[in-house]
């Protein structure tokens, strides 16, 4: 008789984090979280064998360039730009285990400002009011997505931001 596999998904952590990294982009924290678990469960017991063998992995990945937490962090940074503020992208690439020369480096390559990224999301969404309860929701909906107070202010009260250099009108 023939020996079976084990249930699940066999593999080297080699393996597995190719496998990982055809359907999505990871980060090297995230994808070594994801092989450590699956080592661990697959073991039974977490060892320090298995950390051997997934940063190995992970390094060789790395020198094929397969994986690479500048490219990770570059397409998020470009997919999110334009429904995000500065803030929430830099904590959600923290989120993601990059580090802070990765993070600056990504956020430098976006192509507008942040004040021109405001301003486009809030045309999207809203029109100016008056009003300030509605007002104050419009300041919420941009501080949520990571926008800071003065960017904020500028956009729905209106009031010119001196580095942009225009007159200040809203949308």
């Given at each position: 008789m023939a020996a079976s596999k084990p249930p699940g998904k066999p593999g080297t952590p080699l393996q597995q984090a190719v496998r990982l990294l055809a359907r999505r982009d990871?980060?090297?924290?995230?994808?070594?979280?994801?092989?450590?678990?699956a080592t661990a469960s697959a073991a039974g017991a977490d060892t320090g064998a298995d950390t051997g063998t997934v940063d190995a992995a992970l390094d060789h990945l790395g020198g094929l360039g397969l994986q690479s937490d500048t490219r990770v962090a570059e397409n998020h940074?470009?997919?999110?730009?334009?429904?995000?503020?500065?803030?929430?992208?830099?904590?959600?690439?923290r989120q993601r285990g990059l580090d802070g020369a990765t993070i600056d480096a990504a956020l430098a390559?976006?192509?507008?400002?942040?004040?021109?990224?405001?301003?486009?999301?809030?045309?999207?969404?809203?029109?100016?009011?008056?009003?300030?309860?509605?007002?104050?929701?419009q300041m919420r909906f941009l501080a949520a997505r990571g926008f800071d107070g003065a960017t904020i202010?500028?956009?729905?009260?209106?009031?010119?931001?001196?580095?942009?250099?225009?007159?200040?009108?809203?949308?």
């Open positions: 990871l980060s090297r924290a995230e994808l070594a979280a994801r092989l450590e678990a940074v470009r997919s999110r730009q334009g429904r995000s503020g500065r803030r929430r992208l830099e904590a959600e690439l390559t976006v192509s507008t400002s942040e004040l021109q990224r405001a301003r486009a999301l809030w045309a999207r969404r809203f029109e100016l009011t008056r009003d300030p309860r509605e007002r104050a929701r202010r500028a956009v729905v009260g209106g009031d010119p931001d001196p580095s942009d250099g225009d007159d200040g009108c809203v949308a």
